[in-house]
C-alpha cells in the first residue's frame, strides 16, 4: 500500500513538472534603443557664484528603454585613453552621455560635466516613472576644473519632473555659521519645477527636468552649498496622446503645494509665475484631450466629451487665477480658488484614468520598488 501511494506521489510530481516546463514563457518587453536630447537649461551655483550659468545642448545614446513601462537605462561606454577619463587620470566617464561643458559663474575656463562610474550606478544613468509620475534621471556625475582638487562629485544626482526646492546650505541647517543660503541668483526657498509629457505635440516624450542637491560637506570647494539644475529634454519615445494627457495632468497636481505655500509667504512673484506655468499646462492638456477623442484613443465615448469640456474649463479657470495673481490687492485671496481648481483637477485625472482603462495604451503603473533603498523626495 505505502509503495503504490509513493508511485502515485512520484508520479503526480512528474506531471505537475512536465506541465510547468511545457508552459509558455511569458517573455519580458524588449528594452529597445533610443536617444535622448538635452535642451539648454540653466545651472544655479554652487552657493554663491554668478551668473547662473546657462547649460549647451547635449545628447545621451544607446539608451535601452521600455516604452510600456517608461524605464531604462543609458548603457556605459568608455574607449579608454585620456579622452575618457577625469583630470585625476583615474575615474572614468560614461561617453555615452554628452552632457556639454559649462562656463560657471562666467568664466572663461569650462568645466566638464559629466556621468562618472565608481559610484553606486557604475557609470550608467538609469531612468523610470516614480509612485509620485515623476519622470526619474538617477546618475553619479562630476563636476571636472582640468585639477584633480577641483572635481566636486556628486553620487546617485536625481533629477526628475515634479518640483524642488532651493534648500538652505547644509551649514544653516545644522545651526552652523558659514553656509551659503543660495544657489548662483536663486535664494534659498525658490521653487524649481520640472514637467513630463508631450508638451510639443510631436507625439513623442519631451519635458523638462530639475535637481536641488547640496555639495557634500567633505568637498574641497564650496561645501554644503545648494545647488539648482534645470533643463529640458527630448526623446524619440513614441507616446499616445492619451497616455500623455494623464501624465501631463498627473503632473499638474505637484504644483499645488508650491502654490498655497507662497501664497501663505506673501511671495506673490513666485506664485504668479507657478500660476502662468499651471495655466500653460492645462492649455496643453485640454489640446491633447481633444486630439485623443479626435482620434479615437477612447473605446468608449461615454464621458469622454464632459472630460474634454472640463479640462477646457480648468484651463479657463487657471488662465482667470493668473489674473487674480496680477493684483497684488487681490493676490492673497486665492486660497479658495486654488484648492477648488484642484480637487476639479483630481476628479479629472480620474475620469481620465477611467477612460484609458478602456483604450489600447495605458499610462503604466509606477514599477519601482521604492522601499528598496529609494530616498523618498519631498513632493511639492
Not at 575618457?84 to 561643458?101: E, H, K, P, V
Given at each position: 500500500?505505502?509503495?503504490?501511494?509513493?508511485?502515485?506521489?512520484?508520479?503526480?510530481?512528474i506531471?505537475?513538472?512536465?506541465?510547468?516546463?511545457a508552459?509558455?514563457v511569458?517573455?519580458?518587453?524588449a528594452?529597445?534603443h533610443?536617444?535622448f536630447?538635452?535642451?539648454?537649461?540653466?545651472?544655479?551655483?554652487?552657493?554663491?557664484?554668478?551668473?547662473d550659468?546657462k547649460?549647451p545642448h547635449?545628447?545621451?545614446?544607446?539608451?535601452r528603454?521600455?516604452?510600456e513601462?517608461?524605464?531604462?537605462?543609458?548603457e556605459?561606454?568608455?574607449?579608454g585613453?585620456?579622452?575618457?577619463?577625469?583630470?585625476?587620470?583615474?575615474?572614468?566617464?560614461?561617453?555615452?552621455i554628452d552632457?556639454g561643458?559649462?562656463?560657471?559663474?562666467?568664466?572663461?575656463s569650462?568645466i566638464?560635466?559629466?556621468?562618472?562610474?565608481?559610484?553606486?550606478?557604475?557609470?550608467?544613468e538609469?531612468?523610470?516613472?516614480?509612485?509620485?509620475?515623476?519622470f526619474?534621471?538617477r546618475?553619479?556625475?562630476?563636476?571636472?576644473?582640468?585639477?584633480?582638487?577641483?572635481?566636486?562629485?556628486l553620487?546617485?544626482?536625481?533629477?526628475n519632473?515634479?518640483?524642488?526646492?532651493?534648500g538652505?546650505?547644509?551649514q544653516?541647517?545644522?545651526?552652523?555659521p558659514?553656509?551659503?543660503?543660495?544657489?548662483?541668483s536663486l535664494?534659498?526657498?525658490?521653487?524649481?519645477a520640472?514637467?513630463v509629457?508631450?508638451?510639443?505635440?510631436?507625439?513623442?516624450?519631451d519635458?523638462i527636468l530639475?535637481?536641488a542637491?547640496?555639495?557634500?560637506?567633505?568637498?574641497?570647494?564650496?561645501?554644503?552649498a545648494?545647488?539648482?539644475n534645470?533643463?529640458?529634454?527630448?526623446?524619440?519615445?513614441?507616446?499616445?496622446?492619451n497616455?500623455?494627457?494623464?501624465?501631463?495632468?498627473?503632473?499638474?497636481?505637484h504644483?499645488?503645494?508650491?502654490l498655497?505655500?507662497?501664497?501663505?509667504?506673501a511671495?506673490?512673484?513666485?506664485?504668479?509665475e507657478?500660476?502662468?506655468?499651471l495655466?500653460d499646462?492645462?492649455?496643453?492638456?485640454?489640446?491633447?484631450?481633444?486630439?485623443?477623442?479626435?482620434?479615437?484613443?477612447?473605446?468608449?465615448?461615454?464621458?469622454?466629451?464632459?472630460?474634454v469640456?472640463k479640462l477646457?474649463g480648468l484651463?479657463?479657470?487657471?488662465a482667470?487665477?493668473?489674473?487674480?495673481?496680477?493684483?497684488?490687492?487681490t493676490?492673497?485671496?486665492?486660497?479658495?480658488?486654488?484648492?477648488q481648481?484642484?480637487?476639479?483637477?483630481?476628479?479629472?485625472?480620474?475620469?481620465?484614468?477611467?477612460?484609458?482603462?478602456?483604450?489600447?495604451?495605458?499610462?503604466?503603473h509606477?514599477?519601482r520598488?521604492?522601499?528598496a533603498?529609494?530616498?523618498?523626495?519631498?513632493?511639492?
Amino acid at each position: 500500500m505505502r509503495t503504490r501511494h509513493l508511485r502515485r506521489a512520484l508520479s503526480a510530481a512528474i506531471l505537475l513538472w512536465a506541465q510547468q516546463i511545457a508552459a509558455p514563457v511569458v517573455a519580458e518587453p524588449a528594452l529597445q534603443h533610443h536617444t535622448f536630447q538635452l535642451e539648454g537649461g540653466f545651472f544655479f551655483g554652487p552657493g554663491p557664484i554668478v551668473p547662473d550659468t546657462k547649460l549647451p545642448h547635449g545628447q545621451l545614446a544607446n539608451i535601452r528603454f521600455d516604452v510600456e513601462r517608461l524605464s531604462g537605462y543609458c548603457e556605459f561606454a568608455n574607449a579608454g585613453g585620456r579622452d575618457g577619463l577625469l583630470s585625476d587620470g583615474r575615474t572614468r566617464i560614461n561617453q555615452n552621455i554628452d552632457a556639454g561643458r559649462l562656463l560657471i559663474g562666467g568664466g572663461t575656463s569650462p568645466i566638464l560635466l559629466t556621468a562618472v562610474d565608481g559610484g553606486p550606478h557604475h557609470g550608467t544613468e538609469r531612468y523610470y516613472l516614480d509612485d509620485q509620475y515623476r519622470f526619474v534621471w538617477r546618475v553619479d556625475i562630476a563636476l571636472d576644473p582640468g585639477f584633480a582638487e577641483g572635481i566636486i562629485r556628486l553620487d546617485d544626482f536625481v533629477l526628475n519632473t515634479g518640483v524642488v526646492r532651493i534648500g538652505r546650505s547644509l551649514q544653516s541647517q545644522r545651526g552652523e555659521p558659514g553656509g551659503y543660503d543660495q544657489a548662483g541668483s536663486l535664494p534659498a526657498g525658490t521653487y524649481l519645477a520640472g514637467r513630463v509629457g508631450d508638451f510639443d505635440q510631436d507625439g513623442q516624450l519631451d519635458g523638462i527636468l530639475v535637481a536641488a542637491p547640496h555639495v557634500p560637506l567633505a568637498a574641497d570647494m564650496l561645501p554644503g552649498a545648494p545647488v539648482g539644475n534645470r533643463r529640458g529634454f527630448k526623446t524619440d519615445v513614441p507616446i499616445a496622446s492619451n497616455v500623455s494627457a494623464e501624465l501631463m495632468l498627473r503632473g499638474v497636481m505637484h504644483l499645488r503645494e508650491p502654490l498655497l505655500t507662497t501664497l501663505a509667504e506673501a511671495d506673490v512673484r513666485s506664485a504668479h509665475e507657478l500660476s502662468v506655468d499651471l495655466r500653460d499646462r492645462l492649455s496643453v492638456i485640454a489640446a491633447t484631450a481633444q486630439r485623443s477623442l479626435a482620434e479615437k484613443r477612447w473605446h468608449t465615448s461615454a464621458g469622454a466629451d464632459q472630460l474634454v469640456m472640463k479640462l477646457v474649463g480648468l484651463r479657463e479657470r487657471a488662465a482667470g487665477l493668473t489674473g487674480t495673481l496680477d493684483d497684488a490687492a487681490t493676490g492673497m485671496n486665492a486660497k479658495s480658488s486654488i484648492e477648488q481648481l484642484f480637487a476639479s483637477a483630481t476628479e479629472a485625472i480620474a475620469a481620465l484614468t477611467e477612460l484609458n482603462a478602456s483604450s489600447a495604451v495605458q499610462l503604466p503603473h509606477p514599477t519601482r520598488d521604492l522601499a528598496a533603498g529609494e530616498p523618498r523626495q519631498k513632493n511639492y
